[in-house]
């Protein structure tokens, strides 16, 4: 004798405490068990990508700061190099290494967020999340000496960055550059040999490393499939060609390695810091011929830089007018979700959170 | 009446001094209050003294321990926790039951109103019906059930039925969720919970918590240091809290089984969920850590409350630290884990209580000894047994070594 | 350090093994016939010297008289990106071209997106709805006459 039974069928989200802002999963399970899954997003649809269409190429910048807003510097990093190649400005040094410095501060400060929500998955009271948002403030203080913003940061310029960095800064740099190593191992000592952590998971959320590249996975989540792919290295933009880092790669492909690569990461993060502070020079860091509206001449352009979460980039047009004809985005997170349907089925409810939590994406940037 | 209640200390202080009574077992009188002939009025105003100054002493403490915990967790998590209302934050928890009370009292139209209403005031009960056994210091105690171990286990086991009525009664699937996860976790700790005090009923010989109290000339945690992991872990898991808050895992189901709860039977029920953690705190040390009995410069009563803050800060240290198991893990723990070490515990109890039957406080120190080994033993062979990464025994499944990123060096060709 | 094919070059690649299926070619895009579209993604992915195993960014453009889908493409083994474009709906008609799903499981949420905000149906997706917006929104706000 067989128990019939029917498949139940729940809404994870909008309004769920681990869907990281407002994605929603048609989730039907079989008693613990996911059987099938349906993304369903758009609840925080600005309609980024048309608003851009009607506003200058420098005003664009403080909307890309609104698409990822964990991670604003490498969205205007990723934009402003955008224009750089449609408009064929070249930057001037000092310019790009303070957005090297911030982009890669950004970066940390992105991991931190993800690392720190996915123990919340996990179930860990907030802890690990209030020890990473005790070193993001830190990082979100150094931005707010760059230029004033501390989330929305609007810092980068075609050209450069709109403003020297005030000297106080670089001795906190120096300070945060020196500390931020032993809380990375405090965080490794709290989690990453922790017995409930590896079980919960090891082995969980496995993907095949050809089918991430085959549906545009990107960052963290490929090279945690063995896959050595870092646009840092591969295609380097700005100055990654004169500095020296290694990419973590991991083969395992699971939700753990996902979690480790972000860790390592980091640290290698902050070597890339380190050396742009040995490197950076007094100069100018922006190019004060660039005009505030800029006209590029009729064309497009893609750069894609690697972000935090994955491959980000921005496509734009121009029609020689002074706002873009046509822009973007290369979002990572939305693209990071292709297969979330394939990675979640079978998977039990706390593990299909858990693996949904090392995608690490960012709502503002999936629905822009 | 089998037991003599004037025994209890505490009873006998209020019952004497309002009966005219001169059976000669309240001793010299000074006054009564009540003329001779209503002793079972007199019987009757104790009982309902007694169990209002212990209802209210549990409430209260659950707002101190609300308190508390808020604030150990702060420091816990590198920030000041609640710190505005009184001193050093301590009417934080008065402000919240306050807002509590006055909330909007929501039932949802699906749910089944008769159920859903109880499920509350029946997950209150088993909480408040244990505070009754516990021997708070010597002579404090309202009841010296001589089934006491026995009516707590039998007693905590009803909040399993508050869980249910809360899951199906709300009609809402993360409710029910939470609740068919509560209640196969709740029943599956049930009996290594039950057997892990086996060893410590051996050694005391008898059900009665009072009597294991005086039984322990050596704290039974020394005596029997397997039953108190097992009974430890067990407890934790009794009573929802992390690793084991499967049934409320507030990232994947909201709140669990009292997802729809608002109002004060929301309160009732964060209110019981705290009660038990303290109440189980009681527990473990009545039977583990010797209740009151400790020096003399302090009564006993004050003992037992310090003994019980190591055991509370302990639970909240666990909560701060630790992630959340899955439930299947959580369920393999009791039945391929926590099981067999009671079993082994009781083997090894029911050998030594019968070389040493009526054991001296040398022989107490002597089982001591053999049980440690044989905990760290069994321990060591259970973990090795559940394999590594299959359900965790912290610390002691023998695992590899996590892995690590590799460098990637040099680039190396993609798998494109 | 990752080159960007040229678009001659990259259109005499094509032309190897899809004779007739481009139809021009810009600085650094081929202009691909939609109709042969899925025979030369196919080459494109499965192809040794080609290899574009990642679909990077799949893009359309709205410019008045036609709709341009954008593809920029990824070659992982031999660090190469490639720009394709398809033409379609000429005279602002029925705007279609074949999905590319079979091929770059990466197109899926791509082109859904696509045909949300700007109305490029992509024949052969199994899930051709709309992505951020609502059903029964009316009119895709990324085409230039879409009013407010």
Known sequence: MTLQSEPVIVNVGPQHPSTHGVLRMRVAFDGETVTDAEMIIGYLHRGSEKLAEERTFTQVITLTDRMD????????????????????????????????????????????????????????????????????????????????????????????????????????????????????????????????????????????????????????????GGVDWDLRHRAPYEFYDRVSFDRPIMDESDNYARYLVRVYEMREALKIVEQCVEQIEPGPVRDP???????????????????????????????????????????????????????????????????????????????? | MALDFLDNAFFRNIYCNLSASDDGRCGERVFSVLPGGFEWLAFLITGIVIALILVNGLLGSVIVFIWAERR????????????????????????????????????????????????????????LMVLAVIPWGSGTFLADLNIGVLFIIAITSLSTFAIVMAGWGSQNRYAMFGAMRAVALLISYEI??????????????????????????????????LGFLVFFIATTAEINRTPFDVAEAESELGAGYHTDYSGMKFGLFLNAEFAATILSAAVIVAVFLGGGRAWDFLPSQIWFLLKMLPVLIFMVWMRASWPRLRIDQVLSLAWKGLIILA???????????????????????????????????????????LGPGSAPVAGFARGEAPPTPRPAGEPAGGSG | MSVLYRGEELQAEIEKFAPGATTGHSEDAVHVDAGQWLDVAQGLKEREELGFAA??????????????????????????????????????????????????????????????LMGVRFEGHPNMKRLMLWEGFEGHPLRKDYLR
């Open chain 1, 69 to 224: 807003y964990v991670a604003a510097m490498t969205n205007n990093q990723a934009y402003v190099l955008s224009v750089e190649k449609l408009a064929g400005i070249e930057p001037m040094p000092r310019g790009v290494y303070l957005r090297m410095i911030s982009a890669e501060l950004q970066r940390i400060a992105s991991h931190l967020m993800a690392v720190g929500f996915l123990l919340q998955d996990l179930g860990a009271l907030a802890t690990p999340l209030m020890y990473m948002f005790r070193e993001r403030e830190d990082i979100l203080d150094l931005f707010e000496l760059m230029c004033g913003a501390r989330i929305t940061v609007s810092y980068h310029r075609p050209s450069g960055v709109f403003q020297d960095v005030p000297d106080e800064f670089w001795g906190r740099l120096r300070q945060f550059l020196d500390g931020m190593p032993a809380h990375i191992d405090e965080y490794e000592r709290l989690i990453s040999g922790n017995e409930i952590v590896l079980s919960r998971m090891r082995g969980v959320g496995v993907l095949d490393p050809d089918v991430m590249v085959n549906a545009s996975i990107t960052g963290p989540m490929l090279r945690a």
């Open chain 1, 289 to 368: 011929d660039v005009p505030f509206v800029l006209r590029p001449p009729v064309g497009e352009s893609y750069v894609g830089i690697e972000g935090p979460k994955g491959e980000l980039g921005f496509y734009l047009v121009s029609d020689g007018g002074i706002s873009p004809y046509r822009c973007k985005v290369r979002p990572p997170s939305l693209l990071n979700l292709t297969l979330l349907r394939e990675m979640v089925i079978g998977l039990p409810m706390a593990d299909m959170i858990v693996t949904f939590g090392t995608v690490d994406v960012n709502m503002g940037e999936v629905d822009r």
């Open chain 2, 72 to 127: 150990l967790l702060g420091r816990f998590q590198s920030r000041l926790g609640p710190n505005r209302w009184g001193p050093f934050g301590t009417l934080t928890p008065v402000a919240d039951a306050i807002k509590t009370m006055f909330k909007e009292d929501i039932v949802p139209d699906a749910a089944d109103r008769w159920v859903f209403n109880a499920a509350p005031v029946v997950m209150m009960v088993p909480s």
């Open chain 2, 192 to 225: 290594p919970m039950a057997l892990s005090l086996l060893g410590v009923l051996m050694i005391a010989g008898s059900l009665s918590l009072v009597s294991i109290v005086s039984a322990q000339d050596l704290p039974f945690i020394l005596v029997q240091p």
């Open chain 2, 343 to 385: 079993f082994i515990n009781i083997v090894g109890s029911a050998i030594l209580t019968f070389i040493w039957p009526d054991p001296s406080t040398t022989e107490l120190w002597k089982m001591a000894g053999i049980n440690l080994i044989v905990m760290i033993a069994s321990v060591y062979a259970v973990g090795g047994l």
């Open chain 3, 55 to 116: 679909l990077t960014l799949l893009t359309t453009v709205d410019y008045i008289d036609h709709f341009e889908v954008v593809y920029h493409l990824r070659s992982l083994s031999h660090n190469r990106t490639g720009v394709i474009k398809l033409r379609c709906g000429e005279g602002r008609g029925d705007a279609a071209v074949p999905s590319v799903i079979s091929v770059w499981r990466g197109a899926d949420l791509q082109e859904r997106e696509a045909y949300d």
